[in-house]
């Protein structure tokens, strides 16, 4: 596998679909990139920072990145294992009329304010499902472009997403505590355990990332956790193996957590990724 793989899953003149996955083997930023076209990316597996000009996103599976057409950004991964995302350019008319006018930018080009959002579970699913569709063959294109535009819908909107909050140092708080949620996923942290890791008290660290990501950490790790059972799904062969692994505690915790978070439980999104609307 080369650094960067990427596979085009769908082209039509309304939106173009790419999976693309990163090997992640220099820890460190790399030199500067530049997005040709602006595109949703949606991470689904793995993590990984993305820097531009002085504000430094964590691009984990809990949200939608913009990068927009012309805008340059550097990326690096610091925690090992690289990462994957589903990332999709529409286009610019249809885009316009999507995306809520405060989010974008004054200017002659489509552009947004701010480099990311916090995106539902919800949100997540319906990735999972346009690219396992896509991926599989299951979909026709009229029915993928259906599912983009209610994904993208569901990712700016106001109501379905959320803007990141906070001041500079509190979302820097925040962000460790991402990256150390990352490194392991599964793992039965306690808050005196990441608390000792980024460096703050317990109580404060609760009180920050509540402020900064709209959610607990508890629940942030649980949608971590059940992110990685959509991407992992549809291949797996035992749905009380794969809970274990991903740190629930037995198959029926695994199955409450699944079904209260998408509306259906595992088994029934392993059989048919993509359900009938």
Not at 14 to 31: E, F, K, M, N, Y
């Amino acid at each position: 596998m080369t650094e960067v793989a990427v596979q085009t899953l769908l082209r039509t003149r309304t939106l173009a679909v790419r999976d693309i996955r990163c090997r992640g083997s220099c820890r460190h930023a790399g030199a500067e990139e530049c997005a040709t076209a602006t595109e949703l990316v949606f991470p689904y597996r793995g993590v990984y920072t993305r820097r531009l000009g002085r504000d430094l996103a964590v691009a984990e599976a809990n949200q939608v990145l913009f990068f927009n057409a012309g805008e340059g950004y550097r990326i690096a991964h610091p925690v090992a294992g690289g990462d994957a995302c589903l990332s999709f350019a529409l286009d610019p008319e249809v885009l316009r009329e999507l995306a809520p006018q405060p989010l974008l930018r004054r200017a002659p080009a489509l552009a947004f304010h701010d480099q990311r959002r916090r995106i539902d579970p919800q949100a997540q699913a319906l990735a999972a499902q346009l690219r396992h569709g896509l991926a599989a063959g299951a979909l026709e294109p009229l029915e993928a472009e259906s599912l983009a535009l209610s994904l993208a819908r569901r990712a700016l909107g106001p109501r379905t997403s959320r803007a990141i909050g906070g001041t500079p140092g509190r979302r820097r708080l925040a962000d460790r505590a991402k990256l150390v949620l990352s490194t392991d996923p599964a793992r039965r942290w306690t808050l005196a355990e990441i608390a000792a890791e980024v460096g703050g008290s317990p109580v404060y660290l609760t009180q920050v990332f509540q402020a900064v990501e709209g959610v607990p950490l508890y629940r942030h790790q649980l949608h971590l956790r059940l992110a990685r059972a959509l991407d992992l799904l549809p291949q797996a062969d035992d749905l009380t193996a794969l809970g274990l692994d991903l740190g629930f505690s037995s198959h029926s915790h695994f199955t409450a957590a699944f079904r209260q978070a998408y509306g259906r439980p595992p088994s029934a999104f392993r059989r048919r990724p993509v359900r009938a609307r």
